[in-house]
């Protein structure tokens, strides 16, 4: 196993202690970012919900950060390496079918026409052949 590996080349090197501290200092920041990065994309959409504009700010956080850290408790049990697999194995057939719908419901509800020209207004260059193409046949065939 790698963590394995990784804890005896740290053992092995010079100034293995520093390494350590480093390395085990590294993964905390690359978590604690990417939890920030998904609350934010969270609280973004639930701050526009009409429903809770009367729900104060750090209420609203509060609660979303209490529920992901009971969601993410599952995970230090002793079934918890179980549970990862099991999120590992089947949690991208989710991703995949959102994926699939907002690009079906983009191209061809909204409509493959305005949404070029959506593009257009926002950015001032129109998508290319290569886009239209990926998006209107190519795309929907792959990850349907």
Same mark, same amino acid.
């Given at each position: 196993?790698?963590?394995?590996?990784?804890?005896?080349?740290?053992?092995?090197?010079?100034?293995? =202690?520093?390494?350590?501290?480093?390395?085990?200092?590294?993964?905390? !920041?690359? &978590? *604690?970012?990417?939890?920030? $990065?998904?609350? /934010?994309?969270?609280?973004?959409?639930?701050?526009?919900?009409?429903?809770?504009?009367?729900?104060?700010? =750090?209420?609203?956080?509060?609660?979303?950060?209490?529920?992901?850290? !009971?969601? &993410? *408790?599952?995970?230090?049990? $002793?079934?918890? /390496?179980?549970?990862?697999?099991?999120?590992?194995?089947?949690?991208?057939?989710?991703?995949?079918?959102?994926?699939?719908?907002?690009?079906?419901?983009?191209?061809?509800?909204?409509?493959?026409?305005?949404?070029?020209?959506?593009?257009?207004?926002?950015?001032?260059?129109?998508?290319?052949?290569?886009?239209?193409?990926?998006?209107?046949?190519?795309?929907?065939?792959?990850?349907?």
């Amino acid at each position: 196993r790698l963590r394995h590996v990784m804890a005896d080349v740290f053992t092995k090197i010079p100034g293995a =202690p520093f390494w350590s501290a480093l390395f085990f200092m590294m993964l905390l !920041s690359l &978590g *604690l970012g990417s939890q920030i $990065g998904i609350m /934010e994309g969270v609280m973004s959409t639930l701050f526009d919900q009409p429903s809770l504009k009367h729900v104060k700010k =750090p209420v609203l956080v509060g609660c979303v950060a209490v529920g992901c850290f !009971s969601i &993410g *408790l599952v995970f230090t049990t $002793g079934a918890g /390496e179980y549970w990862l697999t099991l999120f590992d194995s089947f949690g991208a057939a989710g991703l995949t079918f959102i994926a699939f719908t907002e690009l079906v419901s983009v191209m061809y509800v909204y409509g493959h026409n305005r949404f070029t020209k959506d593009i257009e207004n926002m950015t001032g260059v129109r998508p290319g052949l290569y886009w239209q193409l990926m998006w209107r046949m190519i795309l929907p065939h792959l990850s349907g």
